[in-house]
């Protein structure tokens, strides 16, 4: 989530820009809102956020002012709101992400915020929002590999592995099962993602996922034999892995339940 502090001295453009961030940039927090500058210039430094929906004309000051008295660095990125455009060209001169005006448009505000994230989140921190955007929209995760995205249907997933504070996840090529057919030599992917398997096991098994090992987190729709006395599971395409001991039970349960 992105926090964010509004700046706002009339009710109703204050009322109105919160609704358009619930409407169109829900994952926008607004932790903070003040209805004047002397608030805002004796409270702000209380706070940790990264967004400022900042008003320019606010009473008898107006936001230029406002961040001179402001006794921080400025961490955060500001997105002026103003009824008038003649002070655009000052707003950017002060490194403002964008300059919308009076009464917001929702396109226009989309727009800005994305600007902002762009801004805001290093590329773990954008690997993880877009994870958790396809995987809610679209059922895939987004793994970002040598500066590229995978986007990896959760359906075609084999397997995770840990790899240390990594994760290593074994998929099915697309086209591969087209047939419906299963043998040993269909093509195996695989990825390396920068999150542990810890943070996969928390999205992936209410997905129809169980966490066999320490070490593997398996499709239970992959799954073809379990193997008692080696202790072991089978999973499409022949692969062997081992089940701990302390986890047998639970593997087992998942899968007769």
Request: glycine share 2%; net charge neutral.
């Amino acid at each position: 989530m992105i926090k964010a502090v509004i700046v706002e001295d009339e009710t109703i453009h204050m009322e109105h820009l919160k609704q358009q961030l619930k409407a169109v940039c829900p994952e926008v927090n607004v932790v903070a809102e003040f209805s004047s500058a002397q608030q805002a210039i004796h409270d702000m430094n209380k706070l940790t956020f990264d967004l400022l929906f900042l008003d320019v004309e606010l009473g008898n000051t107006t936001a230029f002012e406002l961040l001179q008295k402001i006794s921080y660095p400025h961490n955060y990125h500001i997105i002026f709101i103003s009824a008038f455009n003649r002070y655009a060209i000052q707003a950017f001169k002060v490194n403002a992400t964008d300059y919308l005006l009076k009464p917001i448009d929702g396109k226009e505000l989309r727009l800005a915020v994305s600007k902002a994230m762009k801004q805001i989140f290093t590329t773990e921190a954008k690997e993880s929002l877009l994870t958790d955007y396809y995987f809610t929209k679209d059922q895939h995760i987004v793994i970002i590999e040598k500066k590229c995205y995978n986007f990896i249907p959760i359906h075609l997933i084999i397997y995770c592995q840990s790899d240390g504070n990594y994760t290593d996840i074994f998929y099915i090529d697309d086209y591969s099962d087209e047939d419906g057919h299963e043998h040993n030599g269909f093509p195996k992917l695989q990825v390396t993602s920068s999150k542990n398997i810890s943070y996969f096991e928390k999205i992936l098994v209410p997905k129809g996922f169980v966490r066999i090992h320490r070490s593997y987190l398996v499709n239970k729709s992959k799954i073809r034999k379990i193997d008692h006395r080696d202790c072991k599971v089978v999973l499409q395409g022949n692969i062997q892995l081992t089940i701990s001991r302390n986890q047998w039970d639970i593997v087992l349960h998942e899968l007769t339940k």
